[in-house]
């Protein structure tokens, strides 16, 4: 297959907008002549005159003025695949960002970021979805996810990893709930049934197994796919839920009718962090992304 030479395509850009030989020459750095060649090979290319003369002045054909827009708009387009990523106008970004994430972060964070984003690149869009552990490293790997934003785990070795904050797992019940009358022990919190949070449907994790060392066990009594549904479910009955203590106090400052408790056993603390592939390392939008994410939750620590 032979190409066309896409000089062509800048010079006649330049012809049509500058209506002259000579001007659209000191325009490219060229002598009219060479200019005037260059005009006769893109006449011999498209198979139009392109410009005739009117007078002392050349003016284009009407096959040239039906190609000015399509002319001006591969130009720009081959200009942006050009140019380097630290110039890209991020105002003219029309790309959807593919967040994998979880519900800490969408409920802390994503209002914000959305505002963010409609002031520095307002024609992207941002499409959060649920985080699957087992094909996530391959979807970053493929490109089909930019980021993924979860708590802290192996991922690929070549997958770039970026701490953005730490959070702990506190009790939270309806804010006149009975266990709020005494104290607070290991065995008090396995006296009424539960809430899980899991999209797979678990009802087990890391209190489960904290309370086996001390021969105790809690009963599920009720597992949902979204913190937001768990704690709807939370005000009109008698169930705990532990959750992650930023989302939980978010709900606090929301007004609902919960309160919080600190959990009487000892739980690690979790690391979000997001992570994404290496090709997007130097890419302007993404940097962007990633660089305004970080932002937002350095703000909270």
């Known amino acids: 297959m032979k190409y066309p030479d896409l000089n062509l395509l800048l010079a006649l850009d330049i012809l049509l907008e500058e209506g002259s030989v000579a001007a659209a020459a000191r325009r490219m ?39 000015r827009d399509q002319v001006r708009s591969a130009v720009e387009q081959a200009t942006q695949v050009l140019t380097p990523a630290e110039h890209v106008q991020l105002q003219e970004v029309t790309r959807r960002f593919n967040v994998r994430t979880n519900d800490t972060f969408v409920g802390l964070y994503s209002g914000r970021l959305l505002d963010e984003m409609t002031k520095a690149m307002p024609r992207a869009t941002l499409h959060f979805a649920p985080e699957e552990d087992d094909v996530d490293v391959e979807m970053l790997r493929s490109g089909r996810i930019d980021l993924l934003i979860s708590a802290a785990r192996q991922l690929g070795p070549e997958i770039r990893v970026q701490p953005l904050f730490t959070t702990r797992f506190v009790g939270m019940a309806r804010e006149d709930h009975p266990i709020f009358a ?47 549904s768990a704690i709807f479910a939370l005000l009109d009955s008698d169930l705990l839920l532990p959750m992650p203590e930023h989302l939980a106090r978010s709900a606090l400052a929301a007004g609902l009718r919960v309160r919080l408790f600190e959990l009487p056993i000892p739980l690690e603390t979790v690391p979000l962090t997001q992570a994404w592939h290496p090709r997007f390392q130097q890419d302007a939008a993404h940097r962007w992304l990633r660089q305004t994410i970080r932002q937002l939750c350095s703000e909270d620590e």
């Open 29 to 67: 750095n060229l002598s009219a002549p060479a200019m005037s060649r260059t005009l006769g090979r893109i006449r011999e290319t498209l198979g139009d005159p392109v410009f005739v003369q009117a007078g002392r002045k050349l003016v284009p054909t009407p096959r040239a003025l039906a190609l």
């Open 182 to 228: 005494q104290d607070i022990t290991p065995e008090k919190l396995t006296h009424w049934g539960h809430i899980s949070i899991s999209r797979r449907g678990k009802d087990s994790g890391p209190i489960d197994r904290v309370l086996g060392e001390s021969g105790l066990q809690r009963q599920v009594s009720l597992i949902v796919a979204t913190p937001y």
